[in-house]
């Protein structure tokens, strides 16, 4: 794959975009003129497989939230970026196509200065279309396979993108299924450039606190019901640390932070990121909080920075008529992409 090298405020085309369209136009495959917006669910996955609750790196605790320390925090440091990503997938009878688009904002002294990176990939179980065929790919498994991709591409593009000495804060979690080696590959390189990736997760039934520390177990649905009904307004819990029994290598710090009165989120980042900087991480989960406070989203509560992101990504999307692409590059759409646009 090409190198992406970009400046703000652009919108980027993976370089196989149009000549992917192309080949499905020349070989007459037909993609409907309906597409569903879908989000790939990395939340549910067990991180690590061979994982297990070490200890919590303090006593299980609560910590107040300083959303002024928060504030400082971004005035000071002047660098704070957000990742997000809207994916349109389109069902045909000769394979599945899936758009996405990569969105990277970047917190400016006034506003925010915006970056995205749209990718197109096509993929058949057909090694006939293959064969015929430069761009397009055979997979036996279509969702799978758009999950590599799409995280490959993720990673390529924040490598590329992001500032050095910057707080970068990603929507959805480090690691989930077996993607999980390309983005804790990537921390390596981002710790180099002296950038802190944070991870936001929300709606995960995870239960690695409750299933694992003796008082919780079986007290609980889930560690987002243990952290809801444990946590007060503007709190978070003490930093947990969870590690894979075979690799040290997969191992994350955590915890879960309630801004509103909703189900909290658990925020984390990998090991490496906090030994490296965990004078400062107390002071980020604050600068978390504040942000929270400024998206003041009850029904949906995210970091602003994220919650423009994906405004950013949704917006690309539709920049390029995608649905008038495929109408025009006419193919047979399955009985439910006419229907319920699936």
Known sequence: MKELNFDFNKLIIHPQFEETIEEISRMNVSLPDLSSNIEFDYNNYVFPENGELVTPIKKIDKIKLDPEAGQKLVNKEGVVSAYDESINRFNSLEGTAYFTSHSLVVLGDKDYMPIDYLTFYFYTRSQDIVNKSKYIKLSQDPEVDSKEDCVKDKILFLEKAVPSKSILLIDGPLIGGNVSSYMISAIQSFTK???????????????????NIKQLKSKYNSDLHWSYDYLKLGERTNFFHYTDKKSHNKTKIFCYLKAFNVSPQRIEMHIDTYIKYEKIIPKIMDMVYYLMLVQGDLNN????????????????????DINKIMKEVGISPTMNQTRFGW
């Open 193 to 211: 450039k002296d950038i802190i990736p944070i991870f936001f997760i929300k709606n995960s039934s995870s239960n690695m606190v409750t299933d």
């Open 301 to 320: 509560p995210q970091a602003r920075p994220i919650a423009v992101a994906e405004k950013y990504a949704r917006a690309t999307l539709s920049l390029i």
